[in-house]
């Protein structure tokens, strides 16, 4: 009989069923009416109850759960593990507990057989047999409900653990496919690193980053697998790296992150990697596409640059236009004053020289007069002549002075604003050397000078102020001429006053150097020698105003460079050095 | 026969450089001056002369109220017979051009040159009258 129980447990797929076959069968071996099987509750301190099998018509089968392991008879049993086998209930009433099965209570059930139900160690509840008149159960009975038990408590123990099982590997499939979900949701790219750094899930925005290499992304490949893969297909620029040192450096970042990281791929995309390690050992990681971001960030950018470009261009045109201002402004103060100061000028040079024909005429009618008086008074009256035709002539020298520095000073000036314009850059120069070369004899007749040109052709048409820039010419020009003179007065005929006039293209500059054999500039003196209103020439010779003017109109209005070299006894060169074209200026827009 | 030149100049100093430069042909009656010091007055001295009497008129650009460019368009409007020299401290091309444009026969600039002058003068009245 017990060999059949066994079978049919070992048979069973369903506990419930098999609970009804099994109490059905048993009772074949020995008669009872009423058979009910306590159950423990997970948490232990309760237990269900159910009615298995019920012969009589009129007995309600019991279901009830959440009784306490204190009441009823299934509760001592199930505490205390001892069977309780009662030959008749109605007269141990006392002795036992309150049954809370109502069958039990009314005195309908006197023979009762309660046994607990064992699985490995554990009591995992109770049986009861129970029939309606005493002393029904033999010890032969005992026995075989005891092996019925017995089989039963494992049985029902091995099932309940394959239900429990199968209920976790529910929720937990539940549960994985929520995650799943989850991931797949995030609308970056997601991955899970375990401790050993084996991909352990990521969603398709994650896969989608790999393009080709799309394949290689599943469940257990190793980072550093993936990483190779991706190197391989060129998909990232490796930096001049070769691939095993990429892999290998990524794989460091990898395993030691810190905060996030920018990759660019080769199709331009930019990722923003950030990774993290987290409690287990494993690493998670989150990939975002930041292609937007940093195209927005260049642009930004490009546009700050052009925007501090354009405020420098701004402020250097600025800077122009006050020079200008300026320029114009000295200018017509300069030709102001030297007009005021021409007339007066003229007067005192044409009376002075008129005073010296009339005295001239006037010796003439006196000569004989004056032959005719005593020797003390006649030398007075011809040094009283000779002295006042001398100062008239003194007088004359120095108002041409004064006129020929009133002169330089209009060269230094003029009326009107300059204009800008594109101009053939070696005609300016040549027409002030010409200027300079005729101006100094004017001033000298006995004035000569080696002048050599050597004016390079490509240097073509410039975009200056061509009236500035012929002034600066001018000025470097003179002086040059002067120092060379001064140099051949000083050493006498063995030396020949040299002056050279050289321009040059150098890249989009062009070059124009000025360079005399004469006197030389010191050290100490050439720090100053653009300072405005310093001159070493005597006084009355030069204004002082020539060099700093001459700055002020390469540096500030054409944007250039204004240099000199100078070795004291043996030569002097200005090197002058201007764009070729102007930069940009309000006018012309960007 | 004297020929008569009217000097327009606000410096009063111009006078008397005219006529120590002009002494022997002033002695020899080949020239007499008169000096005005304004436009204005140069008008009221030729329109007080019925014929005008001068034949020339050198004249200053640059002066207070009327300038000598102005002087010079009335002139050659009211008496186109009457010879302008314009002398002028500004020698620019641009003023040079316009004064020869209303007329002016000559254009000089300061300082003066007399022995130039004389010999334009000696050119264009030499013969007159």
Redesign the interface.
């Known amino acids: 009989m017990i060999s059949d129980v066994v079978l049919l447990i070992a048979r069973s797929t369903d506990i419930e069923q098999l609970l009804l076959e099994a109490v059905n069968r048993i009772k074949w071996a020995f008669d009872f009416n009423r058979c009910t099987l306590a159950l423990t509750e997970s948490g232990g301190e309760t237990y269900a109850l159910r009615t298995l099998l019920e012969t009589r018509r009129d007995h309600e089968k019991v279901k009830k759960t959440g009784i306490s392991l204190d009441a009823g008879l299934h509760g001592r049993v199930i505490r205390t593990g001892q069977p309780c086998i009662e030959v008749d209930v109605a007269a141990t009433a006392e002795k036992l507990p309150e049954p809370v099965d109502p069958a039990l209570a009314d005195g309908s059930s006197r023979s009762v057989i309660g046994l607990p139900l064992h699985a490995y160690g554990r009591i995992i509840g109770a049986i009861l047999f129970s029939a309606t008149r005493a002393n029904v159960f033999s010890d032969e009975d005992v026995k075989l409900a005891l092996q019925f038990a017995t089989h039963l408590g494992l049985a029902i123990d091995r099932f309940r653990q394959v239900d429990e099982l199968r209920t976790a590997e529910r929720k937990a499939k539940a549960a994985r496919r929520r995650l799943y979900d989850a991931i797949e949701s995030v609308s970056e790219g997601f991955v899970l690193y375990d401790h050993e750094d084996r991909m352990i899930v990521c969603n398709s925005r994650f896969r989608e980053l790999f393009h080709d290499s799309a394949d290689i992304v599943e469940p257990g490949v190793l980072f550093e697998d993936m990483m190779r893969a991706v190197a391989s297909t060129g998909m990232v620029p490796l930096g001049g790296l070769n691939i095993d040192d990429w892999v290998a450096k990524r794989v460091i970042t990898h395993k030691n992150p810190a905060g996030s990281h920018v990759l660019r791929l080769e199709n331009g995309t930019w990722i923003n990697i950030s990774e993290k390690r987290i409690d287990n050992g494993g690493i998670v990681g989150v990939y975002t596409d930041i292609t937007e971001l940093k195209e927005r960030e260049v642009e930004i950018t490009r546009a700050k640059d052009a925007a501090e470009g354009a405020l420098t261009d701004l402020q250097k045109a600025q800077e122009r236009l006050v020079q200008a201002e300026k320029m114009a402004s000295l200018g017509q103060l300069t030709a102001g004053i030297a007009?005021e100061i021409?007339?007066p000028l003229?007067?005192v040079?044409?009376?002075a020289k008129?005073s010296d024909e009339?005295l001239g005429e006037l010796a003439e009618i006196l000569e004989e007069p004056i032959k005719a008086l005593d020797d003390e008074a006649r030398d007075d009256a011809e040094d009283l002549f000779r002295t006042i035709r001398q100062n008239l002539t003194k007088i004359n020298e120095h108002g041409r002075r004064a006129d020929s520095i009133v002169k330089n000073m209009l060269l230094h000036s003029r009326e009107g604003p300059s204009e800008r314009q594109t101009a053939n850059l070696n005609a300016i120069a040549e027409e002030a050397l010409n200027l300079a070369y005729h101006g100094a004899r004017a001033e000298n007749p006995n004035f000569s000078i080696e002048m050599v040109k050597s004016l390079a052709e490509d240097v073509g048409v410039v975009e200056c102020f061509p009236q500035d820039l012929m002034r600066v010419f001018l000025n470097l020009i003179t002086n040059g001429m002067y120092a060379a003179h001064k140099r051949g007065v000083e050493e006498g005929d063995g030396f020949a006053p040299a002056i050279s006039l050289t321009t040059r293209t150098s890249g989009d500059q062009i070059e124009i150097e000025v360079r005399d054999n004469g006197t030389g500039i010191p050290a100490d003196v050439r720090e100053k020698i653009f300072v405005p209103f310093f001159t070493t020439k005597p006084a009355g010779e030069g204004t002082g105003l020539g060099l700093s003017l001459s700055y002020d109109i390469v540096v500030k209005q054409h944007g250039g460079e204004l240099t000199v070299e100078s070795e004291p006894g043996e030569f002097t060169a200005f090197r002058v050095t201007i764009p070729r074209t102007l930069p940009a200026s309000g006018g012309k827009g960007q | 026969m004297t020929a008569r030149i009217l000097m327009v100049d606000d410096e009063p100093d111009a006078q008397d450089l005219f006529r120590q430069n002009f002494r022997r042909e002033i002695r020899k009656g080949v020239y007499t001056f008169d000096f005005s010091m304004s436009g204005a007055a140069a008008l009221e001295v030729l329109k007080g002369q019925k014929p005008p009497e001068v034949v020339l008129v050198l004249s200053d650009i640059n002066m207070p109220g009327m300038s000598g460019i102005e002087l010079l368009a009335e002139i050659r409007k009211a008496w186109p017979d009457v010879v302008v020299f314009m002398i002028t401290a500004y020698g620019d091309n641009a003023t040079e051009v316009k004064a020869r444009d209303l007329g002016a026969e000559q254009f000089l600039t300061k300082p003066v040159d007399f022995g130039r002058l004389k010999e334009d003068l000696s050119r264009v009245l030499g013969d007159n009258k």
């Open positions: 007009h021409k007339n003229n007067f040079n044409n009376f008129l009339l």
